[in-house]
């Protein structure tokens, strides 16, 4: 005959696997419903909090540029110190899990010598348990999940590890999922040479900022600039490194640019810009200098030589020129090639006479 205590710990078994099967549900369910990353993260990672109610969990991934895990998602009492805190890959219990890709269960940290102590100095935290787990895209580590508990609550176990290392799994393919969306989404909207907007793109972005801008009477500028002269360097240094220079111009505008306005390429080596909320003297102002950083920039080509470049600009303005988009491109367009027969390195301005440095 069963025991009450043994009857008991069935119970709580049969309870524990419910739970983590309407966990396991739920992520599955979010996987297909979903493709915003955080949103992904925030939900499996509430689903664990609730089940495994550790003190405090993170999700770190791993920065591709500097190879250092940085706190993704904190849920902690301390979250505010963590956000600043970078690890070594290799480095404390979560380094470790990310190097060797080895899930690691530790009930006593304080005994273990690949504890991190000092981040527990930092944030004023005792550590006790932590339940590390890798989270792997085809045998690649892109982060860990970590759960951490203080000595005055419950120590981890195995079942804890087994379920922990499932659910990054799905982690790890809600990562994938979304970094596989986003990049066919840039492939549609992004220019392959240059890395900004193409054409089609822009040209979206270009109805919406103008809707906005006769809608909220603000103004908005649009600059057309070619590089002068771009035949002559493809003649004399080759097409690959006219290609490495339109990419590096790509590069050097998007450094340029604020964060509301836009660019693409328009083809070939002409460029189109749109600042928003910019009257003519503001959009002036910017591609002044605009054209001095572009003319002061030395390009390379392929044996080391020094190539210098100048572009000829033509900007134009809604609302004082056009509130139509294809009166305002062809406007900026014109102001573009008059700036050109001006003897190019020159800015025009529809409407009015061009000017030069």
Known sequence: MVSEHTYSQLLQQIKRRDEELEILTGIGKTLTSSLNIEEILDSIMGKVSALLKPKMWSLLLIDPLSHELFFKIIVSPVAEKLKQVRLKVGEGIAGCVAQTGDALLINDVQNDNRFARHIDGMVSFTTRSIICVPMKIKSRVVGVIELINSFEDIQYQQADLVLLQTIADYAAIA????SNFQRINEMLIVDDLTGLYNARHFDAVVDREIAAAIRYSFPVSLVFFDLDHFKVVNDTYGHLVGSRLLSE??????????????????GGDEFVILLSNTDKLQALSMVKNLRTTLKNKGFRGDHGQIIHITASFGIATVPDDSTGKTELMRLADEAMYEAKEAGRDVISLSGKQHVER
């Not at 790509?250 to 328009?266: E, P, Y």
């Open 249 to 266: 111009v790509g590069a050097l505008l998007k450094r340029s640019i604020r964060a509301a306005d836009a660019a693409a390429r328009f």
């Open 175 to 178: 990562i994938e999922n979304a």
